[in-house]
C-alpha cells in the first residue's frame, strides 16, 4: 500500500505500475486531493486496474477528496474506509461508516445510478445531501447527491465532469461564477445573475435559480410585498436572488454590504437602491431579509432597531432560531428561516434533476434531523 501521492495521473500511473510490478496479491493507494477535479485520476486509476484485473482500493484524502471514498466502490475499489462514528475521524476528509452506509449507501451505487452533487465551500453542515437522499428513497429512485467541496468554480466544474455528475446543486460562493458559465439559464437566474441548480446536457451547462421560485412562494404566502420597505441584508449570490425577487413583487428595495461598493454594485445591476451597514439602524425596513452566512451561533448581525415590522427572511438555518428570527417573532412580524426556505428551493432543485417532486414532509424532516446531529 501507498499513502500520501499527489492525486495526478502522472504521479499515480508510475506508482501503480511499480506495485503491480510486485508480487502483492492486492493494491491499495491512496493519494491527497488538494482540489476536487483531482479526484478524475482515482477513477481513471480505478479503470486501469480494472482492466489489467489488478485487485486495487483507491479513494483520496483531504476534504477536497472525500468524494472518492462515496464513489470509489462503484468506480472498482476494492474498500473505501470510514471512521466507526462521527467524530472519530482519523484522516482528513474521512466521513463516518453511518454516512457511508446510510446517507450514500455505497455498495448499492452502480453504473445506473444518477449521480448529482452540490458544489461549493464548507460544505459538513449542508442538510442538502441527506435531504436529496430522503427524497430518492421515498420516491425509489436510483440516485446520490454528493458533495464536492472546490477550491474554485474551474475546479467545482471540473470536479462535477470527473464523477459524470450530470446536474449538481450550487452554494456559497459559487453561485454568480455558474450563472456567468451556463450557456442557457431561466428567467429569475438572468435576473438575478446567480444560479444554485445547474444541469449539465451534451455538455453545455444550463443554469437555474431555485432559491428565487422559493422565495417568491414564501414570500406571497406571508405577506404582500408591493410598495414595502425592504432591505437585503448582504450582497453574494443569495442577497442578490433575494433583492431580485422582492424587487419583482414590487417591494421598494435597498442592498446593504458591509462593502458599500458591492452594495452599490449589484443594486445597479438589479435597479434597486444600495445604502452602508452604518445606516441599517435607520433604515427601519418593513421587510428584512438577512443573507449572509452569520448568526447560526446566536450573533447579532443586524441591530435591533432594524428588525422589520411586516417580514423577516433569515436564510441561515440552524438547530434554534437566530436572534433576529426570534426578535422578529416577538415583534409580530412574519418568519421565513433558513430551514423554510433550504426546503423549498430544494423541492425545485429536486425536480429539475430527476423530473418529480419530491415529498416537503420527507425533506424537511431529514433536513432537520441532520441539523439536530451537527
Request: net charge positive; aromatic share 4%; glycine share 8%.
Amino acid at each position: 500500500s501507498h499513502h500520501g501521492a499527489a492525486c495526478r495521473g502522472a504521479a499515480l500511473g508510475p506508482l501503480y505500475a511499480a506495485m503491480s510490478a510486485t508480487r502483492a496479491g492486492v493494491l491499495k493507494i491512496v493519494p491527497h486531493a488538494s482540489r476536487a477535479g483531482e479526484i478524475g485520476a482515482v477513477r481513471e486509476l480505478l479503470a486501469r486496474a480494472a482492466r489489467d484485473r489488478r485487485p486495487l482500493a483507491c479513494f483520496a484524502t483531504g476534504r477536497h477528496g472525500a468524494a472518492s471514498r462515496i464513489l470509489a466502490p462503484s468506480w472498482g475499489s476494492w474498500a473505501t474506509y470510514a471512521a466507526a462514528e462521527a467524530g472519530r475521524e482519523t484522516a482528513d476528509g474521512q466521513l463516518s461508516s453511518a454516512d457511508l452506509e446510510d446517507l450514500h449507501d455505497v455498495r448499492r451505487i452502480s453504473a445506473a445510478t444518477a449521480i448529482h452533487a452540490l458544489v461549493g465551500t464548507e460544505l459538513s453542515r449542508s442538510p442538502s445531501p441527506a435531504m436529496h437522499r430522503a427524497g430518492y428513497r421515498a420516491l425509489d429512485l436510483d440516485a446520490r447527491y454528493v458533495p464536492l467541496e472546490a477550491v474554485d468554480a474551474d475546479d467545482a466544474e471540473a470536479a462535477a465532469r470527473a464523477i459524470g455528475a450530470s446536474a449538481f446543486g450550487v452554494t456559497l460562493p459559487f453561485k454568480e461564477a455558474f450563472f456567468r458559465r451556463s450557456a442557457a439559464a431561466d428567467s429569475w437566474a438572468e435576473r438575478a445573475r446567480a444560479v444554485n441548480t445547474v444541469l449539465s446536457r451534451r455538455g453545455a451547462l444550463r443554469g437555474y435559480n431555485t432559491d428565487a421560485s422559493a422565495a417568491e412562494r414564501l414570500v406571497r404566502s406571508r405577506i404582500d410585498a408591493a410598495g414595502r420597505r425592504a432591505v437585503v441584508v448582504g450582497a453574494g449570490g443569495t442577497g442578490r436572488t433575494l433583492a431580485a425577487v422582492l424587487a419583482a413583487l414590487g417591494a421598494d428595495v435597498a442592498v446593504v454590504n458591509r462593502s458599500f461598493e458591492r452594495a452599490r454594485a449589484v443594486a445597479r445591476d438589479l435597479g434597486v437602491a444600495a445604502a452602508a451597514w452604518s445606516d441599517l439602524a435607520r433604515l427601519f425596513p418593513e421587510i428584512l431579509v438577512q443573507a449572509t452566512p452569520l448568526g447560526a451561533d446566536g450573533a447579532r448581525v443586524v441591530p435591533e432597531a432594524a428588525v422589520p415590522s411586516a417580514l423577516l427572511l433569515d436564510v441561515v438555518y440552524a438547530r434554534v432560531p437566530t436572534l433576529a428570527a426570534r426578535e422578529a417573532a416577538a415583534r409580530g412580524s412574519a418568519v421565513v428561516d433558513g430551514v423554510d426556505l433550504l426546503v423549498e428551493q430544494a423541492i425545485d432543485q429536486f425536480a429539475l434533476m430527476t423530473g418529480v417532486r419530491p415529498p416537503r414532509g420527507t425533506l424537511a424532516a431529514a433536513a432537520r434531523a441532520r441539523l439536530a446531529r451537527a
